[in-house]
């Protein structure tokens, strides 16, 4: 986070712009929509600023600035042509610690000016750091059609009652799951619809009603291989109404960072040879965090029920009574194929794929490979790194051909994803000379050989495109 995004109470408070042309006249709108008193420094002003002052909105300084207009002064905006003065009134705000904005001068700003959506009492900010204020206001207008008026009415009926329902429950988490309910529900609808009375009405009778302990639940959510674009959006909202975040290893951080920024994180990720947490462990964690009324994500990458334990998990939590959600997620196999560009199936290579863990146990890998050996037949392997010379040698000497292809995918759907074929008798050579770590997934069959081709396709389609 380059910025930190906050919002300023401006209302009553001394504002100074400097600068007399249009530019200067919206910064001016802008501050007086705050609440701010401004005052504008200028030895000319364009007529819109002229109006302003003799309507008796803003005051006018009419002269060249000078480090003593800033006395008392909250903040400052510099708007003129002239670089010098901008620089001027930038490093003059700078030593007396005002907040201070110079237009189109991104290295001349203690502030960003956003992109601004404004529903008040709510307000929503865009800003991409001054790289592009064009593509910030891009983004303001698609949101701009998707977020009704009607949430300022809302959020002013929050408002409202919100001493009401501090007084009437108990708790924080109490609190914002009765919250979620009402803005998620029919009340907020209405309130929508303009039907303001009757919100009224029902929301005092759901705070009348409210009060009784809050029942926990779990969400097991697959959180997919990698890339946070690949989540569901039933995923994501869970995601972010969780108030405890169970997660894996193989969460990645972009993903893990789409949920709750205030919920609890709890990291229970298994490496090779090293489980932090048991399995049984983190079954019962579920069952105890539910049982105090949490509302639990237990983010799994991949997809819960293929090699992530899930069906572990809701047994435990079927057994105890706790509510659950099972959140299907795109697995590895299906990710990192498709980012690979390597179809699991296709009517010239592979009319049927397989799914099979080749995580080793005592050095061994107990596999029925005479079924896995067959032509015409897919294999992903999960979990198969640290084993992959006994997958070599055992689909070998089970029938498949040395000159099979095989393609191991590092960090797939990610920006560090990596992508090595090879076949079965050359691969322990890739590995030799590449460093490949966990989490790699691996693919055997005939499917492979479409990877360099398919991704040519996807290149020229890119620079086609101007993506590249």
Known sequence: MDNLPIFVNLRQRNCLIVGGGEVATRKAALLLE???????????????????VMEGKITHIEESFH???????????????????????????????????VVDNLELCGFIMPAIIDRSPVQIAVSTGGASPVLARLIRAKLEATIPNGYGKLAALVEKFREQVIARFSNVNARRNFWEQILGGDIAELSFAGRHEEAEAQLAAAISAGGEDQVGEVYLIGGGPGDPDLLTFRALRLMQQADVIVHDRLISKAVLDLTRR??????????????????????????DLAKQGKRVCRLKGGAPFIFGRGGEEIETLAANGVNFQVVPGVTAALGSSAYAGIPLTHRDHSQAV?????????????????????PHQTIVFYMGLRGLEIICQQLISHGLPKETPIALIQQATTPKQRVFTGTLCTISEVINSEKIKPPTLIIVGTVVNLHQQLNWFRSQAMIDHGEV
């Open 34 to 52: 705050a609440a701010a008193c401004v005052t504008v420094v200028s030895p000319t002003l364009a007529g819109s600023l002229r109006e302003l």
């Open 67 to 101: 480090p003593r207009q800033l006395e008392q002064i909250r903040l400052v905006i510099a708007a003129t042509n002239d670089r010098e003065t901008n620089e001027a009134v930038y490093h003059a705000a700078e030593a007396r610690g005002i907040l201070v904005n």
């Open 262 to 287: 205030d919920a609890h994180r709890i990291y229970v990720g298994k490496e090779r040879d090293n489980h932090s947490v048991p399995q049984e462990e983190i079954n019962q964690l579920l069952v």
């Open 354 to 374: 397989i799914f099979v863990t080749g995580h080793l146990k005592d050095g061994s890998m107990n596999l029925n490979w005479g079924a896995l050996a067959q």
